[in-house]
């Protein structure tokens, strides 16, 4: 698990590729679930929430808040 540190410090590019690499993370999940073949379903919650991290971080970056 990357803490939130670790994300601040980087760049908006390593961000988005991170994000993108969620967000198909999430679909493998998710589809897992539908196939009843994830066990543990707090996965697609933790995953779910670092899509919101990430794209918090990457709207901060943008508008220079941090």
Do not use: P
């Not at 590729?17 to 493998?28: I, P, R, S, V």
């Not at 996965?43 to 899509?51: F, Q, Y």
């Amino acid at each position: 698990m990357v803490k939130l540190t670790e994300f601040r410090n980087m760049s908006t590019e390593e961000l988005t590729k991170q994000l993108e690499d969620t967000h198909q993370e999430l679909f493998n999940l998710r589809f897992r679930v539908s196939t009843k073949q994830l066990a543990n379903h707090r996965e697609v919650r933790r995953v779910r929430r670092k899509v919101a991290r990430l794209k918090t971080l990457i709207t901060e970056k943008e508008l220079g808040i941090r």
